[in-house]
């Protein structure tokens, strides 16, 4: 049966918005508390009955949703460019040994701007004690970067931020800070790094060092043999609290919070870049973050997912001209720490190898017979 010219228009069409919400979604998909010029309050439900009422946007939405449960699904019955996947997944993986760098930059560049800035890790968030405030930035930034008693000094800096986050909510804005600072701890300073220099010098008996360091046999051996076992966790930390924060800022920032959303697509003109009302393009935004973050919680088309990420941090920064920089550095980093880890342990994705692994074995099997 053939669908009728306008039915396939307007499918057309809907499909096109969807990619296109998807493409410039990040645009609307910032910190929507660093950019916004302030908004009266709109209610939640009343918001969301008015923007699902539209069957256009209804259409738009069902199409973006079909449109990547079909490339998603295509993927893994085709499995297309098999040898580019795999070159592409060993090249990148062969930068392991640089993780801790990677993370320990994630981290360590952003705080140093708060200190310098004044804040205290997120821009909406400024303590009563503004010397604290920098001394602590600056402090711990530069240690991580320099990579000096990095497992100690992460380990400080997640207890900072918890006891922060105790009292000041709107820290889970900077939510990332937390995998970041636990995979640092996991990993320690890597190379190149001071803790690498000063842990070669300390293990060589004819260095001068090594017998003046007290530290490096009697607590750093056997803290590092301790906590190797779970160094293999790292991936897992990464994925689910950068994907809980996506969670968070599509949903709580997004879905939950409509007027300040709306505030930001009218500051920036949004709906002229895709002719869309302003409720389809917040709507769009928030679900598009949750989705990115479930499949990073989830593990499930990890570095797809971190490549969506990627991109869409990317268009923040060309299409909100004031908005920090420094506020997405971490997460930028922990996106690009994950397209090299991959989904790790306890994942859809390491489900998905296993499956596919044996439909090839059987597949070889059946052809040898």
């Known amino acids: 049966m053939k669908l009728r010219p306008s039915v396939g228009r307007a499918g057309t069409f809907a499909l096109v918005c969807s990619l296109a919400l998807v493409a410039f979604a990040g645009r609307a998909s910032a910190h929507v508390k660093y950019v916004t010029p302030g908004s009266d309050p709109v209610a939640v439900a009343e918001f969301l009955a008015g923007a699902l009422s539209d069957p256009f946007n209804v259409a738009v939405l069902l199409g973006g949703a079909a449109f990547v449960v079909a490339l998603l699904g295509g993927y893994l019955a085709v499995r297309p460019a098999r040898r580019d996947v795999a070159v592409f997944r060993e090249t990148i993986e062969s930068y392991r040994d640089l993780l801790p760098w990677l993370l320990r930059l994630s981290v360590g560049i952003p705080l140093i701007g708060a200190g310098f800035s004044g804040y205290f890790f997120s821009p909406v968030v400024h303590l009563a004690d503004p010397t604290f405030v920098?001394?602590?930035?600056?402090?711990?930034?530069?240690?991580?970067?320099?990579?000096?008693?990095?497992?100690?000094?992460a380990a400080a800096g997640l207890a900072v931020y918890l006891v922060g986050f105790a009292f000041e909510p709107a820290l889970m804005l900077a939510f990332e800070?937390?995998?970041g600072f636990i995979a640092i701890a996991l990993l320690g300073g890597g190379r190149p790094s001071a803790d690498h220099v000063v842990s070669r010098m300390a293990a060589d008996d004819r260095t001068?060092?090594?017998?003046?360091?007290?530290?490096?046999?009697?607590i750093a051996v056997p803290f590092v043999e301790r906590v190797q076992p779970f160094a293999s966790l790292v991936p897992l930390v990464l994925r689910v609290g950068v994907g809980v924060s996506f969670v968070y800022l599509g949903v709580a920032q997004k879905l939950m919070n409509p007027g300040e959303a709306l505030s930001v697509v009218a500051k920036y003109n949004l709906t002229a870049v895709v002719p869309v009302s302003p409720e389809l393009w917040v709507v769009g935004a928030g679900l598009t973050e949750a989705l990115v973050g479930v499949l990073l919680?989830?593990?499930?088309?990890?570095?797809?997912?971190s490549l969506t990420a990627f991109l869409l941090f990317t268009t923040t920064l060309f299409g909100l001209p004031d908005d920090p920089v420094l506020a997405h550095v971490s997460l930028f980093g922990l996106v690009s720490a994950l397209l090299v880890t991959g989904a790790g342990p306890f994942s859809v994705d390491e489900w998905l190898e296993y499956w596919a692994a044996r439909r090839d074995r059987s597949a070889d099997a059946t052809a040898a017979d």
């Open 297 to 305: 919680i989830t593990g499930a088309f990890t570095r797809v997912a």
């Open 177 to 179: 800070y937390v995998p």
């Open 208 to 218: 001068l060092y090594s017998n003046v360091d007290p530290f490096y046999r009697a």
């Open 134 to 153: 920098r001394l602590f930035g600056i402090t711990v930034g530069f240690l991580l970067l320099f990579g000096f008693g990095t497992r100690l000094v």
